[in-house]
C-alpha cells in the first residue's frame, strides 16, 4: 500500500511593529469574543470562550471559560510580540 506524504502548513505569525495592539472584548449572555487586532484595526487573532476551552451549551458563558479563553489571548499576543495594549470592552449592561 502507498501511504500518503503528510503535509505540514506552517503558519508564519505576524510580528507587529512598534509592539502596540488593540484588545476587544464582546461579551453577551451566551458567549464571548476576544479579538487581538492592530492599532489600524486589522485583525490579527480572535478566540471566543467556546473555541478556547471546547465547551458546548451553557458551559461556554461562564466566567472560567472566559478566563481560559483570556489566557489563550494573552498568550498569543506574546507571540505577535505586542508590548501596549489598548483595551475596549463591549457587553450588557448600563454603562
Avoid: D, P
Avoid at 11 to 38: D, E, P, Y
Avoid at 54 to 64: E, F, N, P
Amino acid at each position: 500500500m502507498k501511504q500518503k506524504s503528510e503535509k505540514v502548513k506552517i503558519k508564519k505569525i505576524k510580528k507587529v511593529a512598534g509592539g502596540r495592539g488593540c484588545l476587544n472584548i464582546h461579551s453577551n449572555f451566551n458567549n464571548s469574543i476576544i479579538t487581538i487586532t492592530r492599532e489600524s484595526g486589522e485583525k490579527l487573532a480572535q478566540v471566543s470562550s467556546r473555541t478556547a476551552t471546547g465547551y458546548r451549551g451553557t458551559k461556554k458563558s461562564t466566567s472560567y471559560a472566559v478566563q481560559k479563553a483570556a489566557e489563550v489571548a494573552l498568550a498569543k499576543i506574546n507571540e505577535f510580540g505586542i508590548s501596549t495594549v489598548i483595551i475596549k470592552i463591549r457587553g450588557v449592561g448600563s454603562g
